[in-house]
């Protein structure tokens, strides 16, 4: 059974900072990839950042480049997702998502599995 388990989402300032991590157990995604998502009240879920499992490829939002970091750890089957300079626009339920094809990073129907979330609040 595949699992993803996210965590470090909270409560932090404008400006502020916080670091993202998303478990994975049961399979590696080493022939696809791993993303951020995420989804604001009465709105729709949206790509935050990607990259490919194997390395070489990372691939971020326009609103979220230069401030946000994706990164993987292969001996823990780890993603994390450093959120820098974090904006009251940047409050959501952030979700990582698993995939296993090389197919658009950035569509959130290519990734079959998906974590539940964690909650991140920016307040101004």
């Known amino acids: 059974q595949v699992q993803l388990v996210e965590s470090g989402g909270g409560l932090v300032q404008a400006g502020g900072s916080l670091r993202l991590s998303c478990a994975a157990s049961?399979?590696?995604?080493?022939?696809?990839?791993m993303g951020w998502f995420r989804q604001a009240p009465g709105k729709e879920r949206e790509f935050v950042a990607a990259?490919?499992?194997?390395?070489?490829?990372?691939y971020y939002a326009d609103s979220v480049k230069g401030r946000f970091t994706i990164s993987r750890d292969y001996t823990k089957n780890t993603l994390y997702l450093q959120m820098n300079n974090l904006k009251p626009e940047d409050t959501a339920l952030y979700y990582c998502?698993?995939?296993?094809?090389?197919?658009?990073?950035?569509?959130?129907?290519?990734?079959?599995?998906w974590g539940q979330g964690t909650q991140v609040t920016v307040s101004s």
């Open positions: 990259c490919k499992w194997s390395g070489g490829f990372t």
């Open positions: 998502a698993g995939k296993v094809s090389g197919s658009s990073y950035s569509v959130s129907s290519n990734y079959p599995y």
């Open positions: 049961g399979r590696t995604f080493s022939s696809g990839g």
